[in-house]
């Protein structure tokens, strides 16, 4: 259960980072809850490692009233206690445990991309995005991802070699909407067997579900809650294993995605005094 | 190729050469010689390694050494007073037995500290909320619930 021996890199600021990256390739160290566990496995063995803790600049968290941009070493509690987006607050308090939390960021858990963690769902349904950089030609440049394109498949993001992510946004809720997120894991703080977040407005509701397909399952349900919970047992695609059945899974999900697109819309209608 | 880093821990400056590969749980037993940080499975479930970072619980086992180099760095060794006399945390803990083979206690000493000076009167539920991230095999958690309440009465008392 130890890691295998890399090259380490830590590097000051951006652009050092990103030339090293373009230079050798290698795995990207953030909070390392993910990376360093798969590593103590041996599920993974790069020959480098770029240690980002020591880069200047990337713990920011803005809150603007279009949304909060949440930097890459933005680590999950200070997002909590930061307190500046209701869904991503909420969703926060599901991932892991409060010693887990102080480590790992909210930026790699979206890159690592895990089809049952909570953020890409977030970042999912609020259709936010990841801003990536890269090493070009001597010059760092930047690209911006849509949530849509970045959760490839499981455990893989849009985010190519070379390539950090340096912030996330998260779009704040419209006036007059709601948001919840549920789901169920066995023991408190695990990765979920199934979960659901939803956010419901005047303009209609979506969905994103975690834990039954490849990575967050977005479903926009209109205006139509009654019916909400066939269609998300439709769209999913949930796998079997140890812990769980897929027909449990499914079932489960719908459950979820109800009792979320029910709160949210609650919550929604006392925003808006109705 | 070996780094040479300073780690502030229990507040006197250790210096230490490891491989980028060192962890810090590993660091902090074999190189500091600070056996009372415990290992239970290195892959951030069972919380034995929990150690306080700048204040703040962490998984050591999850952390490399060269990653924290110049951090202040909190064990179960740091718990006590400069005299010897143990923190309220750790007598509480024995007061109320919350510990019996002792395997996971140093982790969960760690954890009850920091809680206990972020929210100085938890309530029931914040309590097992606090430790659901440290496993205990043999206590069955009633008393190290009991001891957490215990030890904010104690630091209460002292304030
Ligand atoms: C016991 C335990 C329970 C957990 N439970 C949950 C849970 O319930 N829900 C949940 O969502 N998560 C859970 N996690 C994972 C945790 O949230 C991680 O912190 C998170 O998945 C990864 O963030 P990190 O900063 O630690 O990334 P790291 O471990 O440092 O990196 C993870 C991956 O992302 C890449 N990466 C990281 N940052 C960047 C970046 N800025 N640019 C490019 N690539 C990057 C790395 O190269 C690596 O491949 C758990 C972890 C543990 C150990
Ligand atoms: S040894 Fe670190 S969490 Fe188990
Ligand atoms: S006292 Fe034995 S594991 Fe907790």
Redesign the pocket.
């Known amino acids: 259960m130890k890691p295998p021996p890399f090259t380490y890199h830590a590097p000051r600021d951006l652009p050092a980072a990103l030339r090293t990256l373009a230079e050798v390739g290698g795995?990207?160290?953030?909070?390392?809850?993910?990376?360093?566990?798969m590593l103590n496995m041996r599920l993974?063995a790069p020959g480098h490692v770029v240690d980002?803790n020591r880069v200047a600049g990337l713990d920011g968290i803005e809150v603007s009233r279009a949304g909060v941009t949440v930097g890459?070493l933005a680590r999950?509690a200070d997002v909590e206690r930061a307190g500046a987006h209701p869904l991503l607050t909420w969703a926060l308090k599901?991932?892991?445990?409060p010693a887990?939390?102080n480590?790992?960021?909210v930026?790699?858990?979206l890159?690592?991309a895990?089809p049952?963690?909570?953020?890409p769902a977030v970042l999912a349904v609020l259709g936010g995005h990841v801003r990536?950089a890269r090493w070009d030609c001597g010059r760092v440049t930047f690209r911006e991802i849509p949530a849509a394109e970045f959760f490839v498949g499981p455990m893989e993001s849009a985010?190519g070699p070379g390539?950090?992510?340096?912030s996330a946004f998260f779009p704040a809720l419209e006036e007059g909407s709601g948001a919840a997120f549920h789901e169920v894991?066995r023991r408190h703080?695990?990765?979920?067997l199934a979960g659901a977040c939803a956010v419901v407005g005047v303009a209609g509701a979506r969905v994103a579900c975690i834990g039954v397909g490849g990575g967050p399952v977005v479903i926009d349900v209109g205006g139509d809650l009654s019916s909400a919970a066939a269609r998300v047992r439709d769209a999913v695609d949930p796998d079997d294993d140890i812990h769980a059945s897929a027909a449990y899974r499914r079932h489960l999900v719908g459950v979820l995605a109800e009792r979320a697109l029910r709160d949210a819309a609650r919550e929604g209608a006392a925003a808006r005094g109705a | 190729m070996e780094h040479e880093i300073t780690l502030v821990v229990n507040g006197t400056a250790r210096r230490a050469r490891v491989p980028a590969r060192r962890l810090l749980s590993d660091c902090l037993r074999h190189d500091l010689g600070l056996t009372g940080t415990h290992v239970g499975c290195e892959?951030?479930?069972c919380g034995c390694c929990t150690v306080l970072l700048d204040g703040r619980p962490v998984?050591s086992c999850?952390t490399f050494a060269v990653t924290v180099d110049g951090a202040e760095i909190t064990t179960v060794e740091g718990l006590a007073d400069r005299d010897g006399r143990m923190s309220a945390v750790q007598r509480a803990f024995a007061e109320c037995h919350g510990l019996q083979c002792g395997f996971c206690t140093p982790g969960f000493l760690c954890t009850v500290t920091a809680l206990l000076k972020e929210n100085p009167a938890p309530t029931d539920d914040e309590v097992v909320e606090g430790i659901a991230?440290n496993l205990c095999r043999c206590t069955g958690y009633q008393n190290i619930v009991k001891a957490v309440h215990r030890a904010a009465e104690l630091l209460a008392e002292e304030a």
């Open positions: 795995k990207v160290l953030a909070g390392g809850q993910s990376l360093i566990p993974a980002i890459a999950h599901l991932v892991a445990h887990i939390r480590r790992g960021t930026v790699g858990s890159v690592h895990d049952a963690a909570e953020l990536v985010v390539e950090l992510a340096v894991s703080g695990d990765y979920a | 892959h951030g479930v998984r999850l991230g």
